[in-house]
């Protein structure tokens, strides 16, 4: 069965550090999605693209967050610099549309900045 | 802005009672809407979703949910509940209208099955 890949599954960071997560869709999904969860909380939207195109990243933190789907295939999400806020799990989620077709998730990078 | 609301933090119930949780939304146009589980330190599962057509629908793990379109609702129901299904559940809808379609999440219900 097809699956949502991410890495790393977990990731410890100092603050004012670099880190980037990495995503590749299932294969055909058109729609790929970032969302930030925050435990005992509802997963909050980053960024979205649409093959290789941004179509909302309104809740993207653009000072330190940045994203990209440079073939329209795989993604990278990088924090820089990391704050201790940004503590929180990622996921990374794909969608064949951006219509009635439900998303599919990863197993998420949980992010730890201490 | 479409939003979602899952009023209910916490829903107990005992093994073999029916359980109920809770969803309404907001949208400009009209909403596709979906349930998803969740699982300590995993990602959302899918169980089910309402397109068009008929107002209850089914999923996995013999998980349903009614389409309320003046209510503005989709709880999610099942006739018998098991321990198993205790878990963090979500709620989400994406508008039909607007050229972005984000997929919008409530803040989620976590349910305990009691035995």
């Known amino acids: 069965e097809a699956e949502v890949a991410q890495s790393p599954r977990y990731k410890i960071t100092e603050k004012s550090q670099a880190v980037a997560f990495w995503c590749d869709p299932i294969?055909?999904?058109?729609?790929l999605y970032w969302y930030r969860q925050i435990l005992g909380q509802g997963p909050e939207l980053l960024v979205q693209?649409?093959?290789?195109?941004?179509?909302?990243d309104s809740q993207l933190p653009k000072d330190r967050f940045s994203a990209e789907r440079l073939k329209g295939v795989d993604s990278t999400l990088k924090i820089q610099p990391a704050e201790l806020g940004d503590s929180a799990m990622y996921l990374c989620a794909s969608s064949l549309t951006r219509g009635n077709t439900e998303a599919f998730f990863g197993q998420g990078t949980r992010l730890t900045v201490v | 802005a479409q939003s979602v609301a899952q009023p209910e933090d916490q829903v107990n119930v005992a093994e073999g009672n029916p359980l109920t949780v809770k969803c309404t939304y907001s949208?400009?146009?009209?909403?596709?809407l979906f349930w998803y589980v969740q699982y300590p330190n995993r990602g959302l599962q899918f169980l089910l979703k309402?397109?068009?057509?008929?107002?209850l629908v089914k999923g996995s793990y013999g998980f349903e949910a009614e389409f309320n379109k003046s209510q503005t609702s989709f709880h999610l129901k099942k006739p018998s509940a098991l321990v198993s299904d205790s878990a963090l559940y979500f709620c989400?809808?994406?508008?039909?209208?607007?050229?972005?379609?984000?997929?919008?999440f409530g803040s989620g219900t976590q349910l305990t099955v009691l035995p």
């Open positions: 693209f649409q093959d290789e195109s941004v179509v909302d």
């Open positions: 309402y397109i068009t057509g008929d107002n």
């Open positions: 989400a809808v994406r508008d039909t209208k607007g050229s972005a379609r984000q997929l919008t």
């Open positions: 294969s055909g999904h058109a729609t």
């Open positions: 949208v400009s146009g009209n909403p596709y």
